[in-house]
């Protein structure tokens, strides 16, 4: 349980230091919109995913409690 503790501490201070340093990712899809016969209409569209700061201060901070919690049982 020690290491579970640790380990998941770990990754949330991580994710939070990238969500803070990245603010987000962006991605592309490609939709079919139409097809006539042997030809098809497709439309890339662009979307982004943005993490808000506070999330990424929560992230750290609940990462370091766990690890200090993991570190004092």
């Known amino acids: 349980m020690k290491k579970l503790t640790t380990t998941i501490g770990i990754i949330l201070i991580i994710f939070g230091i990238a969500s803070l340093a990245y603010h987000g990712f962006e991605y592309t899809t ?6 006539i016969g042997t030809m098809q209409v497709t439309q890339e569209t662009q979307k982004e995913v943005y993490f808000p ?21």
């Open 30 to 35: 490609r939709e079919k919109i139409a097809q």
């Open 53 to 73: 700061p506070i999330m990424g201060g929560l992230a750290i901070a609940a990462g370091i409690v766990l690890v200090i919690v993991a570190r004092k049982k």
